[in-house]
């Protein structure tokens, strides 16, 4: 199981300076790999999150919340915030649109409630679209609110030390070269990142950046 550290940012415009890991891993096999990455870094109120992938031309049709983003050249953040607490996570499903795609699946797994969160619809998440390295690459920043946590999972907080598990992908359904990359290897024989047992180890550090 991979491992990452999030530190603590002054602003949220440092996840920039924060080391990145590599979404890289592809279980099922891959032709095409572009490089695509991750940094996780935290603020008194929240997550902060990039992701980055090296496509000058990326598919980016879905323009409504909630749409298959998956299905465009899409990146994605999966994240179990309280796995002592719950076995539920979000996962966080971007195009380079800056369209989002929330679920929610619940402590039951793939038999119990896996459904689409109307926050998606909102500015709860600040969301920014990037272009990256003279252009070569788009990105995704974005928040997320522990108070949006709290609504979701109780009130049960995130503070230096904290230890939560999730993983980072990337993948492009419907692109002219379906791709599924991963940065925590997956255990799935056939292309599935809803496999909650197959998260890294994530954490709250308390570096300051």
């Not at 602003?11 to 990455?37: K, N």
């Not at 008194?44 to 983003?69: H, I, Q, Y």
Request: hydrophobic share 45%; glycine share 10%; proline share 10%.
């Amino acid at each position: 199981m991979k491992e990452l550290v999030a530190p603590f940012l002054e602003d949220a415009g440092r996840i920039l300076a924060v080391p990145r890991v590599r979404i890289a891993e592809a279980p099922w096999g891959a032709t095409y790999r572009p490089r695509a990455e991750a940094a996780l870094g935290w603020r008194p109120d929240g997550l902060v999150v990039l992701l980055a992938a090296w496509e000058e031309s990326p598919r980016a049709v879905e323009t409504v919340p909630n749409a298959e983003v998956y299905q465009d050249s899409c990146l994605e953040f999966f994240v179990q915030p309280f796995p002592k607490v719950s076995p539920a996570y979000l996962n966080f499903e971007f195009n380079a649109r800056g369209t989002l795609l929330l679920g929610f699946d619940g402590p039951d797994g793939p038999a119990g409630e896996r459904i689409r969160l109307p926050e998606a619809e909102g500015s709860a998440f600040g969301i920014r679209s990037l272009r990256l390295d003279g252009g070569r690459a788009w990105g995704i920043r974005f928040h997320v609110p522990f108070a949006f946590l709290a609504r979701r999972f109780g009130p049960t907080g995130m503070a230096p030390g904290h230890a939560f598990r999730g993983n980072f992908q990337k993948c492009g359904d419907r692109c002219e070269v379906p791709h599924f990359l991963a940065w925590n290897p997956i255990a799935a024989p056939a292309p599935d990142f809803h496999r909650r047992e197959c998260f890294g180890a994530l954490r709250l550090g308390e570096l300051l950046l």
